[in-house]
């Protein structure tokens, strides 16, 4: 019985380091499933939908002052502050603003968001009339790393037989974006 017992003991001993080898063995599997899973999750994470860049073309002066207008990209590239100034029907001012994927994957403008809102609300839209403001739809845009796009943006001033007075029109416009 005490040979048997050792044998057994034997046996017991090398079926313990068996599974012992192999529970280091599939933790250490885990472990890198989690750390590849971790970097998958990183490098989705990381694209860059922005606004780059803009290009104001001539604008149309129908009267005596030429329009004016300023343009900032603000918020990290997220968000362009722009103001026109018109000054007689006619006038017309258009900004080409260059958005582009930053990041390393491919990304999607969910969004374009305006403030004050001149394009949902009618409302807004009448503080500033007669004059508009148009926009290409970008919204659903799909963007490959380093892929660009553009934004036209045209403040105008519409034909009116009201008075003629001077417009401002400020408007701030912001991406959403999301990885695809």
């Given at each position: ?5 050792g ?24 472990a ?13 994470s990381?694209?860059?939908?922005e606004?780059?860049?803009m ?16 343009a900032t990209?603000?918020n ?12 007689t ?5 258009t ?9 390393k994957?491919?990304g999607?403008i969910?969004n ?8 949902n609300?009618?409302?807004?839209r009448?503080t500033?009339?007669p004059?508009?403001?148009d926009?290409?739809n970008?919204?659903?845009k799909?963007l ?5 796009t553009t ?5 105008r001033y ?7 007075q001077?417009?401002n ?12």
């Amino acid at each position: 019985m005490i040979i048997e017992r050792g044998i057994v003991n034997m046996k017991n001993k090398k079926l313990v380091i068996t599974l012992c080898i192999s529970l280091i063995i599939v933790t250490l599997a885990f472990a890198i499933s989690i750390i590849k899973l971790s970097s998958v999750i990183k490098e989705k994470s990381q694209y860059k939908i922005e606004f780059i860049s803009m290009n104001k073309l001539n604008p149309i002066q129908a009267g005596k002052y030429s329009p004016t207008s300023n343009a900032t990209i603000t918020n990290n590239g997220l968000s362009v502050d722009l103001s026109f100034d018109l000054y007689t029907p006619n006038d017309e001012i258009t900004y080409l603003i260059k958005i582009k994927n930053t990041g390393k994957v491919a990304g999607k403008i969910t969004n374009l968001i305006a403030l004050p809102d001149y394009f949902n609300d009618d409302n807004t839209r009448l503080t500033i009339a007669p004059a508009t403001i148009d926009i290409n739809n970008i919204i659903g845009k799909e963007l490959s790393p380093n892929e660009e796009t553009t934004l036209k943006v045209t403040a105008r001033y519409n034909y009116t037989k009201k008075k003629l007075q001077a417009i401002n029109i400020p408007i701030q416009l912001s991406l959403l974006t999301e990885s695809i």
